[in-house]
């Protein structure tokens, strides 16, 4: 009866420390494989955290070679695994024993896991017996003969090229220095070039549409070759018949050029004034057309005096002869002085030695000539000018 008991007590304390009395969830992985030391019993933990056990390793029904791994979650845990959790089987030492590790995601999920469905396993720590026989494989297929005479070559084209060879890579240990500085612009320009590739990729069709058009062009520049023969051929003679011509007339061309300098000369030294001529005649146009007329295109209104019977003096040479020494304008420089309206008060003016008289013209006197002067020619003096 005291053994019986005692062994009801042990098993007891067995079952408590295996965790039956524990509350339990079941979720199942799939992973590509388990590894070795993924044993039940192995811890499981959620952001290092341990949130329950390994319970079973088995292979996957429906797949022999994927692993299906179950699990027992405390349920107090099973809530704070979003459904995108990051599961991965990792060693806690290079030989030690695996475990599962659940770590949350950048951008965790609003929905949870559920016990119903399988989580896939993301990434699995590499084994010592994995490398081993991918050693093992390429090992396989390498021929000792061969990598021993390929290894000897090696040996004999570097031998006396020992400090060259330790030079080589010092220098390129300086260009790694230099370019690690220029690894940010680098990849800048290496993403730039793939929005340039994604660009050309785009613009792809337009381009082999232009190349087809250049296709079509070449086909009738070679169709049409002989009239551009003809065409080359006209340019050259008409070249040559050119240069005869400007090489005869050359002297003349120059001539010419050289004539034309003093009247650009005179434009220059009075290009104010024809402004100022055409400006003011776009002012006054409307005003001598108003008066007498011509906006039609075709007619004048004049009035007629008849200078017999006594106007003003006739021009009388020399006497009458113009003064020409007007220089300077606004400020003494060439230009065009302000339209003269109510606004321009006092009015500007200069003062110009041009031989026109301001005094008041203030007497009567007949005109001359007059009409018996027309017949019996001039009878009293001379022909003056105003006093």
């Excluded at 008066?291 to 007629?304: A, I, M």
Aim: net charge negative; aromatic share 8%; hydrophobic share 40%.
């Amino acid at each position: 009866m005291f053994l019986a008991i005692l062994a009801l007590l042990l098993g007891l304390i067995v079952a408590q420390f295996q965790g039956a009395f524990e509350p339990k969830a079941p979720l199942t992985l799939l992973a590509s494989r388990a590894g070795l030391v993924l044993d039940p019993g192995s811890k499981v933990t959620y952001n290092g955290v341990p949130i329950g056990r390994v319970a079973a390793v088995a292979t996957d029904n429906s797949d022999p070679v994927r692993a299906r791994v179950r699990l027992d979650i405390d349920p107090q845990y099973l809530d704070l695994l979003p459904a995108n959790v990051q599961t991965s089987i990792q060693a806690t030492t290079v030989f030690g024993n695996k475990y599962v590790a659940f770590t949350s995601p950048e951008h965790p999920s609003p929905q949870r896991v559920s016990t119903s469905t399988p989580i896939d396993v993301t990434a699995i720590t590499t084994e010592f017996n994995t490398l081993f026989e991918t050693i093992t494989a390429i090992s396989e297929q390498v021929d000792p003969i061969k990598l021993n005479q390929t290894l000897s070559a090696t040996a004999q084209a570097l031998s006396g090229l020992g400090s060259a060879f330790g030079q080589s890579l010092a220098d390129g240990n300086t260009i790694l220095d230099d370019v690690n500085p220029r690894m940010p612009a680098l990849r800048h320009d290496i993403a730039a070039l793939a929005e340039l590739g994604e660009r050309y990729a785009a613009a792809g069709p337009d381009l082999f549409d232009g190349l087809g058009d250049a296709a079509r062009s070449a086909r009738t520049f070679n169709s049409q070759r002989g009239r551009l023969d003809a065409a080359l051929v006209a340019a050259i003679g008409f070249a040559g018949t050119g240069s005869d011509i400007l090489e005869r007339g050359g002297p003349y061309l120059q001539r010419g050029a050289q004539d034309l300098i003093p009247t650009s000369q005179l434009f220059d030294k009075y290009q104010g004034q024809l402004f100022c001529t055409i400006r003011n005649y776009h002012d006054v146009a409307p005003a001598f057309y108003e008066t007498f007329g011509g906006d039609n295109g075709y007619s004048l209104d004049s009035t007629g005096t008849l200078s017999s019977i006594g106007v003003g003096n006739t021009y009388v040479y020399p006497d009458n002869l113009p003064r020409v020494n007007a220089k300077g304008g606004p400020e003494g420089k060439p230009g065009c002085w302000k339209p003269i309206t109510r606004e321009l008060w006092p009015a500007p003016y200069l003062v110009m030695d041009t031989g026109l008289s301001i005094a008041p013209y203030n007497h009567v006197e007949l005109g001359s000539p007059i009409f018996t002067d027309y017949v019996w020619g001039r009878q009293i003096g001379e022909p003056t000018i105003n006093p």
